[in-house]
């Protein structure tokens, strides 16, 4: 099946300081997610982004869609310790019909030193 | 926050035992999702469904079934529960197929 590369796997960084993840894939995707999960609850949308080379921003996140359709990066700037939490890509095909399966990255991990 | 509701949110049970998961929405979406979380794997779809009565398999379907009987809600069943299958389980839904989905809290579940 699709593989997602999502890295770093964990940061370690200050409060105030910009923070960036990104994800690969050996497959193109028509839409690119970005979701963060806390301790105890689902993972909640924070970014979708639908078209190559597209850039969009929520707050102090930004994420991209790749050129190539092939990744997407998030960026974090002047990180707060409520940023903490697991963060994770999730692709999305072209499917067709019924299938329009997400693959999800297996999450970068951040934690922010007040 | 997405009308998605969970039950149980926790349950232990013993090795064998059949085991139901109720995921309940109340946004009329038409797609519903049951996803898997394990340490190291990340979120694997077990089943889906795309209308009432309209289910499909995902990567990691084996030893599960899903009933959707009406719109907002979407059963897990595990038939005879294994140890393996001890897990947090996480419901999405979404109103159309190419629309980001949207997660409940999850259920964690022990198989002892």
């Known amino acids: 099946g699709q593989q997602l590369n999502q890295s770093p796997q964990s940061m370690f960084i200050q409060e105030g300081e910009d923070v960036s993840m990104n994800c690969t894939s050996s497959?193109?995707?028509?839409?690119w997610l970005w979701y963060k999960q806390d301790p105890g609850e689902g993972p909640v949308l924070l970014i979708a982004?639908?078209?190559?080379?597209e850039l969009t921003s929520n707050g102090r996140l930004t994420a991209q869609f790749g050129i190539t359709r092939k990744d997407s990066f998030l960026n974090i700037s002047a990180s707060i310790p409520s940023d903490v939490g697991i963060y994770f890509c999730a692709g999305q095909g072209e499917g067709g019909g019924s299938n329009y399966k997400l693959t999800f990255g297996k999450g970068t991990l951040l934690t922010v030193n007040p | 926050d997405a009308g998605i509701t969970q039950s149980p949110r926790h349950k232990v049970t013993e090795t064998g035992t059949p085991v139901t998961l109720r995921c309940h929405q109340t946004?009329?979406?038409?797609?519903m999702y049951w996803y898997r979380q394990d340490p190291g794997h990340g979120l694997r779809l077990i089943h889906y469904s795309y209308g009432v009565k309209d289910t499909d398999k995902g990567e990691v379907s084996d030893g599960y079934s899903v009933s959707r009987s009406k719109t907002e809600d979407f059963l897990l069943t595990l038939e005879s529960a294994t140890s393996s299958q001890t897990s947090v389980y996480f419901c999405?839904?979404?109103?159309?197929?190419?629309?980001?989905?949207?997660f409940g809290d999850g259920t964690r579940l022990s198989i002892l």
């Open positions: 497959s193109i995707f028509n839409t």
């Open positions: 982004l639908y078209k190559a080379g």
């Open positions: 946004e009329n979406h038409r797609y």
């Open positions: 999405a839904i979404s109103g159309r197929g190419n629309q980001p989905q949207h």
